[in-house]
C-alpha cells in the first residue's frame, strides 16, 4: 500500500473505532453478546450522538498536527495541555473522558514540569493511554533504521502521560506490526514474526528487565491468534489492549470485522477499537472503511484537512 493510503487509513481507522466504541464503553461482554454492537450508534455511556471519538482520537490528532510541524516533545506536550484547556481537537467542544494517569500528568504539565517528568513511572500507570495516541508517530519514526533510535523517539513520545518501560515497549511493538503491514507486502502472520524478531532485537540490545519482556510474553510466543476469545482481556491495562487488537486482526477479514470484534469484546471499548481501527485501517486500505460510518463522524472535514496536511509532510 502506498504511504498515503497508510496515513488516510490509519487515521480515519483509529478515530472511526473509536467511535463506534464510544457509546458501550464500560458494558460488559456478556451484555454485548446479548446485544452487539453492529454499527454506528451514540449515546449510550457518555450521552454522546453518533460518530464522537473521545480523548484517544483528540491526541493521536494533536500528535498528528504537532508531527505536521516537525518533531518537538514540547510541542507536542502543549498540543496536550491546549486539548486540556482549549477543548483543541475535541469533536464537540468538549472533554467527556480521559484517564486518570493522563490528567495527572497534564496536570504536572500545566505547573510547569517538563514532559520527560510529568507522565506516570510506577508499575501501576501503564494504562493505555499512551498505545491509544501512538500511531501516527509510525509516519516519523519509520524512516529511523536503527530500532533504538526509533525506540528513544517512542519513548519520548510515549513518555508525556506514561513513562514506565512497559508502556514504551508496547507503544514500539504496535508500530512496528504497523509498519510491517504498511507498504511491505505478506500476511498478518509474516508481519507477526517480524514483530517479535524486530522487538527480541530490541530487548536485547537494550537489555531490556527480564520482567518486562515476560509482559509481552503470550505476543512473542506466537500463539495469540489461536487463543480464544475467553482468553482476551479487554480492559484498560496496556498489554491487554495491545493483546486484544492484535487477536481482532488476526481473526478477522475486514476492517468492519476487526473493529466490531474489537467494540463487543467489551469494556474499554473505545479504545481497544481505536488501537484496532488503526490497524485494520492500514491492513485493508483505502475503501475498507464504511462510508456510512465516515460520513458520521464527527469534525470529519477538520481530520480531512488534517489528513492532507499530514500526508504533504509524509507521504
Not at 463522524?297 to 499530514?310: G, H, P, S, T, V
Request: net charge negative; glycine share 10%.
Amino acid at each position: 500500500m502506498k504511504t498515503n493510503d497508510c496515513i488516510r487509513e490509519a487515521i480515519y481507522g483509529l478515530v472511526t473505532g473509536d467511535a463506534l466504541g464510544v457509546p458501550v464503553e464500560f458494558v460488559l461482554r456478556r451484555e454485548l453478546k446479548e446485544q452487539p454492537v453492529t454499527g454506528m450508534i451514540g449515546y449510550g455511556t457518555h450521552n454522546q450522538p453518533p460518530g464522537t471519538w473521545s480523548d484517544d482520537s483528540s491526541l493521536a490528532l494533536c500528535l498528528a498536527d504537532e508531527l505536521i510541524k516537525g518533531y518537538n516533545i514540547g510541542n507536542i506536550a502543549a498540543s496536550f495541555v491546549k486539548w486540556y484547556d482549549e477543548k483543541l481537537w475535541t469533536p464537540h467542544g468538549e472533554i467527556f473522558d480521559i484517564g486518570g494517569t493522563t490528567r495527572t500528568a497534564i496536570l504536572k504539565l500545566k505547573n510547569g514540569i517538563p514532559p520527560a517528568l510529568a507522565g506516570g513511572r510506577d508499575e501501576r500507570s501503564n494504562g493505555n493511554g499512551s498505545l491509544m495516541r501512538i500511531l501516527p508517530l509510525l509516519f516519523y519514526v519509520r524512516n529511523i533504521e536503527s530500532p533504538v533510535e526509533r525506540f528513544k523517539v517512542v519513548g519520548e513520545v510515549s513518555g508525556i502521560t506514561h513513562v514506565h518501560t512497559r508502556s514504551a515497549l508496547a507503544c514500539y511493538y504496535y508500530l512496528e506490526f504497523a509498519s510491517f503491514i504498511c507498504g511491505n507486502g505478506g500476511t498478518v502472520l509474516s508481519a507477526y514474526e517480524k514483530t517479535n524478531t524486530s522487538f527480541g532485537t530490541l530487548v536485547h540490545q537494550l537489555k531490556i528487565e527480564p520482567v518486562e519482556v515476560d509482559a509481552f510474553k503470550r505476543l512473542l510466543e506466537g500463539n495469540l491468534p489461536s487463543l480464544s476469545k475467553a482468553e482476551i482481556n479487554s480492559g484498560g491495562y496496556v498489554i491487554h489492549t495491545l493483546e486484544a487488537a492484535l487477536w481482532c486482526i488476526f481473526n478477522t477479514g475486514s476492517y468492519e470485522e476487526a473493529v466490531l470484534k474489537a467494540v463487543n469484546l467489551g469494556y474499554d471499548t473505545d479504545t481497544t477499537a481505536c488501537v484496532t481501527g488503526g490497524l485494520a485501517g492500514i491492513l485493508y486500505g483505502a475503501g475498507s472503511i464504511p462510508e456510512e460510518w465516515l460520513q458520521q463522524l464527527a469534525k470529519k472535514d477538520d481530520i480531512e484537512e488534517l489528513i492532507r496536511r499530514f500526508t504533504e509532510k509524509y507521504g
